[in-house]
C-alpha cells in the first residue's frame, strides 16, 4: 500500500502559475506509473496527466497539454505537476494517484492522495 500526499494547491489569477506536489511512502515508489486526475465541483474526476515509473513517457489530456508539464523524482519519492497559464476553467481538486499501468483510465489507479484545491480567479 502507497501513501499519498498532494500540496502546492492555492489561489491564482488567470494567467498564473501554480506547481502541485504529490510525495509518496509505504511502498517502492520507482516502479509505479503515476498520475494526476482532478474534480471540479459537481463534476466528475477526470484524467490530466500520466508518468511512467521511469519517466520515459508522459500523457496529457487535451486541457492540459502544451500548459502543463509532469515530472517525478524517484529518488524523493515525489511527483510534481508544473501549470502554466492556469484559467478559471482549471479550478478544481487535484489528485495525484498510483497506477497499477500507464492509463489515463481512473479504473487502473488504485491509490489516491486527498487532494489539493486549486482555485483559479478571473
Known amino acids: 500500500q502507497v501513501q499519498l500526499v498532494e500540496s502546492g494547491g492555492g489561489l491564482v489569477q488567470a494567467g498564473g502559475s501554480l506547481r502541485l506536489s504529490c510525495v509518496a511512502s509505504?511502498?517502492?515508489?520507482?516502479?509505479?506509473?503515476m498520475g494526476w486526475f482532478r474534480q471540479a465541483l459537481g463534476k466528475e474526476r477526470e484524467f490530466v496527466a500520466a508518468i511512467m515509473h521511469n519517466s520515459s513517457v508522459s500523457y496529457y489530456a487535451s486541457s492540459a497539454r502544451g500548459r502543463w508539464t509532469i515530472s517525478r523524482d524517484n529518488a524523493k519519492s515525489t511527483m510534481s505537476l508544473q501549470m502554466n497559464s492556469l484559467e478559471p476553467e482549471d479550478t478544481a481538486v487535484y489528485y495525484c494517484a498510483r497506477g497499477k499501468k500507464f492509463s489515463d483510465i481512473e479504473a487502473e489507479y488504485d491509490s489516491w492522495g486527498q487532494g489539493t484545491q486549486v482555485t483559479v480567479s478571473s
Open positions: 509505504g511502498r517502492t515508489f520507482n516502479s509505479d506509473p
